[in-house]
C-alpha cells in the first residue's frame, strides 16, 4: 500500500471514529488557513501556481511551519494574471508541477478543518487535481471566512464592521475594516495570514453568538452558504 492509498484509508477511519466522539470545541479545534494564486479564474484550463497556508488551534495563529510552494503550471502564464500575483515564468519554470506539491499539502493539512475567504474558488482548483491523482476531493471539512462574515451580517451583531458599509466583500476590503495590514497582498502565504487574522477576529464575535462547537461553525462556514447568508431573496445584497 503506498502512503497515498494509506492517507486516505486512515481519513476514512478517522472520521468514523470522530463521528462516534464528543463535539469538538471551537477552541480547540485545528485549523489550516489556505490561499491560491491561480494562472486565471476557469478550472477547465487555467492552474495553481502557488499555495500558501498555515495552521491555527483555535484563535491562535502558529507562523512557524507554514506551508508555501511554487507550482509550474501547464496552463499559459500570462500578463493578466501576473499583474495580479506578481510571479513571473521565470520564477515557476524550475520548480515543481501540482502532483508533488498537491502531495504535500495533503500531507500538511491532515485531518484539520481547511479555512479560506472565497473557498469555493481555491476548492474548485484543489479538488480538481485531488480528483486526477487520489481519485477523490480533499476530504477535509471546509470554512468559508466570507460565509461566516454573511452570517453575522445578518444576525445584527453589535460591532461596527456588521452595521458600516463595506467598500466591497473581497479580503483586502475585510481586512481594512479590521485594520489588518495588507502589505504584500496577492502572495498566497500572505492572503493566508491575512484570511487567518480575519478568522481571527470573527473567533470571539462568533463565541458570543453562541458558537462553541465545530460542528456549528462548519454548518455556518459552509461554502455553499454564501449566497443565503449574503444575499436577500430578491437577488440583492442584505448589506
Not at 90 to 114: H, R, T
Request: charged share 20%.
Amino acid at each position: 500500500m503506498g502512503f497515498l492509498d494509506w492517507f486516505f484509508g486512515r481519513e476514512v477511519d478517522q472520521a468514523a471514529e470522530a463521528s462516534a466522539s464528543p463535539v469538538a470545541i471551537v477552541s480547540k479545534a485545528r485549523f489550516v488557513v489556505v490561499d491560491t494564486e491561480l494562472t486565471g479564474l476557469d478550472p477547465r484550463k487555467d492552474d495553481i501556481v502557488s499555495i500558501g497556508a498555515l495552521r491555527m488551534t483555535g484563535g491562535r495563529l502558529e507562523i512557524g511551519g507554514a506551508f508555501h510552494e511554487l507550482v509550474r503550471p501547464t496552463a499559459v502564464l500570462d500578463g493578466k494574471s501576473i499583474v495580479i500575483h506578481g510571479i513571473m515564468p521565470s520564477q515557476v519554470a524550475e520548480k515543481p508541477l501540482i502532483d508533488s506539491v498537491l502531495s504535500a499539502f495533503v500531507g500538511y493539512c491532515g485531518n484539520d478543518v481547511i479555512v479560506g475567504h472565497c473557498l469555493s474558488i481555491d476548492l474548485s482548483f484543489l479538488n480538481r487535481e485531488s480528483r486526477r491523482l487520489f481519485g477523490a476531493p480533499l476530504r477535509n471539512p471546509v470554512i468559508d471566512t466570507l460565509s461566516l462574515y454573511g452570517w453575522l451580517r445578518n444576525r445584527q451583531v453589535s460591532h461596527p464592521i456588521f452595521s458600516s458599509p463595506l467598500n466591497g466583500l473581497r479580503l483586502y476590503d475585510m481586512a481594512k475594516s479590521f485594520d489588518i495590514p495588507c502589505e504584500g497582498a496577492h502572495d498566497a502565504l500572505a492572503d493566508a495570514f491575512i484570511t487567518a487574522q480575519l478568522f481571527q477576529r470573527f473567533m470571539p464575535i462568533l463565541v458570543d453568538q453562541g458558537i462553541h462547537e465545530l460542528d456549528d461553525l462548519l454548518r455556518i462556514g459552509n461554502p455553499g452558504m454564501q449566497g443565503e447568508n449574503i444575499f436577500a431573496p430578491g437577488g440583492r445584497a442584505n448589506f
